[in-house]
T-cell receptor
Framework: DAGVIQSPRHEVTEMGQEVTLRCKPISGHNSLFWYRQTMMRGLELLIYFNNNVPIDDSGMPEDRFSAKMPNASFSTLKIQPSEPRDSAVYFC???????????FGQGTRLTVV | QKEVEQDPGPLSVPEGAIVSLNCTYSNSAFQYFMWYRQYSRKGPELLMYTYSSGNKEDGRFTAQVDKSSKYISLFIRDSQPSDSATYLCATQGGRFGAGTRLTVKP
């Protein structure tokens, strides 16, 4: 298995634009997590899906952020409209079940100018 | 209060030193505890996994959980420059500490 695949690796966008980050979890994993990492705040859990259903979205910072998981092999995190303070590295991770090891993708480095 | 608290450091030690990294957590129901290691510009990777209280050893690494005080620790013996990375503690809820950046100097 190729591991968790995220795209794009880097994204530079202007303030106000829509940004869509994509994630392909490891096949057979039924838990998927989206994280945001910054120097100031560390690794923050944004949302957790189990069997494609959002279970915990309490970490989603505001209504500008939305996440979907239409099937077991694909998830998106969308920011609309983007703001400079959204600049961070966004990680997607998947695990077989919630209590077990999470495997992380390489991350998407987002810069909003 | 964050569910998992971790001193972000940074921490700098000479090669060969014993390193102690620590976290506290708030939810007494947590049973699974993990330590991840993250190298620069990479995603975190699992280093140690423990269930409930007690110690777990893997080579130069020892993970310790004290559920009575809600305290988890990672010890690195004979630290090497290749251990230089950010170390993050985590619980079963997918909750991570802030991460401690460790530098081991030759």
């Amino acid at each position: 298995d190729a591991g968790v695949i995220q795209s794009p690796r880097h994204e530079v966008t202007e303030m106000g634009q829509e940004v869509t980050l994509r994630c392909k979890p490891i096949s057979g994993h039924n838990s998927l997590f989206w994280y945001r990492q910054t120097m100031m705040r560390g690794l923050e859990l944004l949302i957790y899906f189990n069997n494609n259903v959002p279970i915990d979205d309490s970490g989603m910072p505001e209504d500008r952020f939305s996440a979907k998981m239409p099937n077991a092999s694909f998830s998106t995190l969308k920011i609309q409209p983007s703001e400079p303070r959204d600049s961070a590295v966004y990680f997607c991770a998947s695990s077989a079940t919630r209590g077990t090891e999470a495997f992380f993708g390489q991350g998407t480095r987002l810069t909003v100018v | 209060q964050k569910e998992v608290e971790q001193d972000p450091g940074p921490l700098s030690v000479p090669e060969g030193a014993i390193v102690s990294l620590n976290c506290t957590y708030s939810n007494s129901a947590f049973q699974y505890f993990m330590w991840y290691r993250q190298y620069s510009r990479k995603g975190p990777e699992l280093l140690m996994y423990t269930y409930s209280s007690g110690n777990k050893e893997d080579g130069r690494f020892t993970a310790q959980v004290d559920k009575s005080s809600k305290y988890i620790s990672l010890f690195i013996r004979d630290s090497q420059p290749s251990d230089s990375a950010t170390y993050l503690c985590a619980t079963q809820g997918g909750r991570f500490g802030a991460g401690t950046r460790l530098t081991v100097k030759p």
